[in-house]
């Protein structure tokens, strides 16, 4: 085995070992069990990344429970920005917001569907599979014999890919 499959095997343990324990913390937090999973696979993205960037993490558990409440807080000032915003639109004259023409909604869709195949294959894969099918990384690595590990790595990478070639997009388009 090279030390790569040997980083991945610990990071997959460390991550199966940790699994219940902060998912337990995080719907202490939250209640919603589909957002408690979402801000679980976040922690385990961020774990996988440290991991494989060699960061020294002495106690996996506490630091595990340390990202999960920070992923936590940042859920509830997102959405109190949200809220905030959503306020602040009702509160505009509604007229004065046109809606996003025709022509550039398909323009914009065919610029995500390029997006998306320009991904590599196996980023492509795992994103289409966890985003578009909605299948849960578990599912995704019983398919594809995948650890879960490399599953996040590869979303996560996909993720970032989209975002900074949408981001070009969008400052052309707007």
């Known amino acids: 085995m090279d030390s790569k ?3 991945n095997i610990m990071a997959s343990a460390a991550v ?3 699994r219940g324990p902060i998912l337990s913390v995080i719907k202490n937090l939250i209640r919603d069990p589909f957002e408690a999973e979402d801000i679980l696979q976040d922690v385990f993205e961020e774990f996988v990344e440290a991991y494989e960037l060699g960061l020294a993490i002495e106690t996996v558990g ?3 429970t340390k990202v ?3 992923k936590v807080i ?3 000032r997102r959405r109190k920005i949200q809220e905030e915003y959503r306020l602040l639109v009702q509160a505009e004259d509604q007229t004065s917001v046109a809606p996003l023409d025709p022509a550039i909604q398909e323009e914009l869709r065919q610029e995500i569907t390029l997006a998306i195949e ?3 294959d196996d980023q492509r894969e795992v994103f289409i599979l966890h985003e578009l099918e909605g299948k849960s990384f578990e599912e995704i690595a019983t398919l594809t014999g995948q650890s879960m590990n490399t599953l996040l790595s590869r979303k996560r990478y ?4 989209l975002r900074e070639y949408l981001q070009e997009v969008y400052d052309e388009t707007f």
């Open 5 to 7: 499959t040997d980083v």
């Open 16 to 18: 199966e070992a940790h």
């Open 62 to 64: 506490a630091w595990m």
């Open 68 to 70: 999960a409440k920070n």
């Open 74 to 76: 940042d859920r509830f």
């Open 118 to 120: 320009a991904l590599p």
């Open 158 to 161: 996909a993720v970032l890919a």
